[in-house]
């Protein structure tokens, strides 16, 4: 995690030249602050030449549930929240912190859970199953709370 925070640091005090950023791929997570609250987030798709539709990630493993892929990146545990999609346009990923790029096996999960080509994502992959009510389900709510305005971009 200091890793990241002295990205975040570098980010602030220097001019990065954009030649140096990585190219923008499907598969690559990114690390971007909304009022201080940092957001990781998976590049999904691209909807057109600007925009590209996001998923949510997150640190909070233990909050996660059945819709929410397991995955190990730089070491640490993280959820990828399938279900929490929002649209970021290619200026503000940019000027996100490139944090790491999913495995292309976890990657492919994704793609098949969202296409309806698997019903659900194998368990050994995915969180607890819940209900309405359950810690998770309030998690839920709260990570859908922090994108909202990134919802009603595209």
Do not use: C
């Not at 998976?42 to 909050?63: F, G």
């Amino acid at each position: 995690m200091l890793k990241q925070i002295y990205f975040a640091y570098l980010n602030e005090i220097v001019e990065v030249e954009p030649e140096k950023k990585p190219k923008i791929e499907k598969g690559n997570i990114y690390l971007t602050f909304e009022d201080h609250i940092p957001i990781y987030y998976i590049i999904y798709d691209q909807i057109d030449e600007n925009t590209y539709e996001v998923l949510k990630v997150s640190d909070w493993v233990e909050l996660g549930n059945e819709n929410d892929l397991l995955t190990r990146i730089n070491d640490e545990w993280f959820i990828v929240e399938t279900w929490n999609n929002f649209y970021l346009t290619a200026d503000h990923i940019n000027r996100s912190i490139f944090f790491s790029k999913i495995s292309d096996k976890d990657f492919d999960l994704i793609k098949k859970f969202l296409s309806g080509g698997i019903k659900e994502l194998p368990r050994e992959k995915r969180g607890l199953t819940t209900g309405e009510g359950s810690y998770q389900m309030k998690f839920h709510e709260k990570e859908s709370e922090i994108v909202r305005k990134y919802k009603a971009l595209f």
